[in-house]
């Protein structure tokens, strides 16, 4: 459900603040501060209006803003009384799906993080994958209130980017997505691998993979699509496992058993959530590569 | 403990029998057999010697050799009552140590071999990791009678082999021996990277890997010693983590955080227990390869 | 100058002749015979049917058809007494440019070529490199009447096909172009190499480099239009010299005098002049590697 | 003809000196100072112990130290007036083959920089390729004298070493000598490349390359011995071509005509004489990678 950005600027008032009160989380407010400066040129344009909104209003709004927002694997998130667009995202980022001793551990860095900055602990958890947002989440504990009211606000507009960005369509988009792509190359060939079978899992732990993506390369040695792609791709460290075994045994080649290279683990870490990974393999039946490429 | 060739070759029969009577299990006949052939010039036509005493042996002898060996993770073997070089090289493979699943996996197998093959299961446990090793076993159930004896006589030839090169040292040495190395070249800086912790692991399945060695590339980027060395490498699927991440860290570079690259993880398989894989890492902090070198 | 498929099959038979009369060299019957099997689906389908036209001729016409073509860098071409679209394909290839001794050695082996077989020397010049059509030429020399008699058709086919695909637009266009493009990938920083100069020679000889396209990297590390394409690529060898030096002078790096690489070297051959020819430079201070990319 | 350390600890002061007077031009007194302080334990030590000798000299015996060194390809070198040391490093450097015009170059570069400064122009030449010689000699031409005296010594004592090196053998050597060498791996097949002919060429100019080495890869992929050792290896860009398509064609490949890849070129800049430059050649019919190894 989207809307065009030449809807908003023509729309009444009342319609804009209706389409957009959400973006913000419980703070409509924001809409309303925004819906004056119409007709806005960019999505861009538009958004940093309502930023400014927030910059400008008075310190009892902008500490209520952060109070509205619920905790992560909180009472209220599990018991369903949060925002819808809270609970999809809380819900994408694994939230309601914790073992006992996890949502106990979230409910003790909830408390303890209101306790030391009295506000919530906001994250954009669209932009972290599960261990990233713990390891933030702790590393933030350790913060100061300065700093913590700054991340949280900064936080704040993410998710907000994110929720507008997804919204609205039109000229000068928000840059809140990432992609991984690959591009599998048999240099013993000097062709495309073509029916390559991979897969895309986020390490959670030691003993942990969460499987993201499962693709097949085409003719040109890709994947149809990127492997993430159309949204933030969560800070983690990923392995993409390439079945470059089964490639050559199709092939057709004298492989030894095992073979040299069978299933090839790419291990890398994503930071910026709205960058594109390009991770290719370049490989042969004893020798392999992959680096970060564009 | 370890005998020259020339010592053999001067030493009264008996003594020579006795030195090298256990090569061929339960069967110092072998030993005799070669001790009027003497003198030998290399360790390898003394081990030619014994295996042309097997092949010129009458039938009988030929098939209590055979029988003479001990079933692998076999009750005789749990309760002690296996040659000494038998104990320690199952022990090696771990077979000392299995769950009470798996010995009972391996006397279902083993019972199952000798009912259809009239003779224990003999495999050179030294050549084989343990995923290799149950693998074979259950390939080789499938053979015929007629294969399955010749494998059996070669794999007590690969056995008596290692033994005998463990024994005697002297000219022409049996090639019983493989190795792992590595390399880590810094091609950012164009120079070998030192100071690399990094662990090799055999991969037993798609949920354990077991600690094969742990070393720290010294000023040329090289191990002091191979990561295996002075024995077979057993056939395995075995991954190389190299702990990149910290030399980056280690060297001041202002990486993302998670890095693109931390730990690598070079995962190869080994077909042949007597070959050098070589398998070097030529990264900088967005870029690695691998590749089966020399 | 070019017409679409749909208008020329909605022509009057003169006009559709007239169009096409010189894709096939003096031989505007080919046209003809073409003509009333509209209209075509796709260029490809236009294509088939004038290859059959000359296909199915009587054999006086078809010796005609090659006798009809000049001579390569021959008396006619120089004189300009030979077709336009010859003229200019000549011209490409650098034949209307040759020394005195060049053009004699043209000569006797045109010469030759027709003392031996009867028909004039036919190739497609815009498929060849210098050194290739000569290498080409001699080797032709060496061969027997009925292949020469069929490779000459097929030079015929290439030349035509090329001249059709320049002349009409519309489905199913005809195969006749080729690339040659690169990418330069900085691995130290893992991210594309913008601005870096780069050119491509096309090795003639041994102390001959003919420039073919100089071209600066984008930001994305490409150049924005192909190095070769819109063309067949000639057959020959080729060097992409690449000013990474440069290029991490202008990073500010502490690069040794003179650096460690400075302008690369990519040589690579091309033999295929329909085919897509991306050769990669992925680079640091300290390495490089290239390979046939897609 | 060498010496070793001890020898020379042992022999009386008047052989000490006679065997070591020509290690500094003209300039026996080194020797002599350092004779009394003998023995050395090392080589290193007894280089030391000369350059000390030379640094507290008088100015006028430093000076005329400099003085007594012959310009480089001057009127004196050419009438072979000059010490037969230099004479043969002269001729190493190809400073006694020049043309006219070079001769008349060095003339007048001799000539300015004697004019500016009041010494001879001194360069340890067997550090130097042709172009690096020349634009050394025209980059310290415009150099402050107080530079150029200090460079001046440091060049003499860089002759002195080389000279000390070649004559003397013992502990703690001099490190005076460099190396290049090579190893040629086929990732397609996953062993070294034997059989690989290549040349190496110091690239001396946009149209001139003078051959250094030719060598033809052992079964380890490398040559038998380093392509540059037992020197410096003069400060220049190299090309080392490599017969990569000979070497697949003898194979038996089915390769396109002309290969993708057939000689290639790895065009490297040497600039640190004492140094190991390890160029390797990892290479598939269709890719090839090379870096700064060790």
Redesign the interface.
Known sequence: MTVTLSTLNAAPSAVFVETLGAVFEHAPWVAEGAAAGRPYPTVEALFAAMRATVQRAEEGRRLALLAGHPELAGRAARAGRIAPDSIAEQAAAGLDRLSEAEFARFAALNAAYREKFGIPFILCVKRHGRA?LLATFERRLGSSPEIERRVAEDEVMRIAAIRLDALVTGEGPLQTKGRIST?V?D??????AAGVALELYEIVSATEAALVARAVTNA??RTDAPLVHGRPVP???Y?LRVRLGDYHRRLGLDL??????????L??????PEGHYHVPL?A???????????
Chains 1, 2, 3, 4 share one sequence.
């Open positions: 990233s591009h190359l240099t013993a060939l000097g062709r495309p040109d040695g800070v983690a460290t392995e030894p058993d095992p073979p040299f290279l069978d299933i090839v683990p291990r890398f870490g994503v930071s910026e370049v042969t039946p004893w020798s392999f590569q992959t680096y970060r490429g564009s």
